[in-house]
């Protein structure tokens, strides 16, 4: 089961809202979901239109979870040392691949 931490969409389309949250790839984006982490209001003041569960989102990131490109921007906000811990993680696997293929 792959898993992605995305928004979904909740509230009329004028007046969207959005969870976070923990999904499988292959259901909808308004579908069944695992887990919640949060929420995004576009329409709040700036210092009030979001919250993320930082220890569960790092919990489903070090169990193999991906992140979409929106949320990635939303943690990014909040707590920047995520992002760059995932960035390191991702540049090592990619250092890790070339080298084995220059062995070859």
Do not use: C
Request: charged content about 30%; cysteine-free.
């Amino acid at each position: 089961m792959a898993l992605i931490i995305r928004m979904r969409q909740q509230g009329a389309n004028s007046r969207q809202r959005f969870r976070i949250v923990v999904t499988d790839v292959k259901y909808p984006r308004d579908g069944k979901y695992v887990e919640k982490l949060g929420w995004y209001n576009p329409f709040a003041p700036n210092e009030k239109n979001h919250f993320i569960d930082l220890a569960r989102l790092q919990y489903w990131i070090d169990n193999g979870a991906q992140i979409s490109d929106r949320v990635r921007s939303l943690v990014k906000t909040m707590a920047p040392e995520i992002v760059k811990q995932m960035t390191v993680k991702q540049v090592a696997k990619r250092v890790k691949a070339r080298s084995k293929r220059k062995k070859k």
